[in-house]
């Protein structure tokens, strides 16, 4: 279970973590056993909390439809996955709620997204010098389910005294881009990077909107298909880099990152 | 990738979450708000244990 793993890194910012689901206590007592669970795992058995906080998943029938599959009586009473953050006061302070039970977050992605920190286990990291550039990045995950929410950090750091360019950007010059060379059933988001800053160069009336120094973006993923096994990611990060007075020609460097395929446990567990 | 917040749904960000008694795993019950001791929490809503 993707919590367990995560578990250390709450704990050390005095996070306490609950998991609750429609489960019964004796299924949920018998997966905490098999998976060496150790938080708290709450049987809202009937649904009535999910109902009453207003995520109950309603709409079976079209995500269903979406994968393919007829929807079993067992799994009417399932909530959104959803997860909230409360503060040393009980307020809600952060929230996720995702649209179908299917799209689920790694450990790694639930803390980044929810706390804004790097859980310490990660996916093998990749580097890759340019002419002035340093690149690292890694898979937030080092295996992945499929409709899991995955994702690559990367951190360009540019050498001092040159800077790339982001977006907006002039014509004729190339901004910081990621790309991912397609892989079946691969869904590839849209990259967040930092704001970039305003910069102005003596004599030339355009504004540049640039990155200086550690520039850290990541992509996020998610595999739509089931059983396509291993991969070997194929990222390209694309820039220019000027200095105060010279432009040095569009680079890229390129990297690959591995990620397993872990078999997803999709049939209802045998008796 | 299409759009995947249902963030109108569920305890509203700046309210209090509602309280909740249910049991464990071990059959015991749990006050959600009494057993957070005053401290942050993160509460996971997942599909199933069971599939």
Known sequence: MELQKITGDLAAKGIVLFAISYDSVETLAGFAARQGITYPLLSDEGSRVIKELGILDEHLDSHHAEFGRP????????????????????????????????????????????????????????????????????????????????????????????????????EGYVPLSVAVDPVDGLEVGEPAWPRPHRFRVNGLAEEFWVHEGIVRGSVPLMFTKDGTGDHRLRVDVRYQACSANTCLPPAQVRFELPVQEVAAVDAPAKQ | MSADDYSQKGPAVGERFPDLRLADQTGAPVDLHAARQGRQALVVFYRSARW
């Open chain 1, 71 to 170: 929807t079993r009586d067992d799994q009417w009473g399932v909530a959104y996955p959803s997860v909230f953050l409360l503060d040393s006061d009980g307020i809600v302070v952060r929230k996720r709620v995702h649209r179908n039970y299917r799209i689920r977050d790694t450990g790694a992605g639930l803390l980044e997204d929810m706390l804004g920190g790097t859980a310490s286990a990660h996916g093998a990291e990749a580097a890759a010098d340019g002419q002035v550039v340093r690149v690292r990045a890694y898979l937030d995950s080092p295996s992945y389910r499929w409709y899991q929410r995955l994702r690559i950090v990367i951190e360009v750091a540019v050498q001092e005294g040159y800077h790339i360019y982001g977006t907006p950007i002039p």
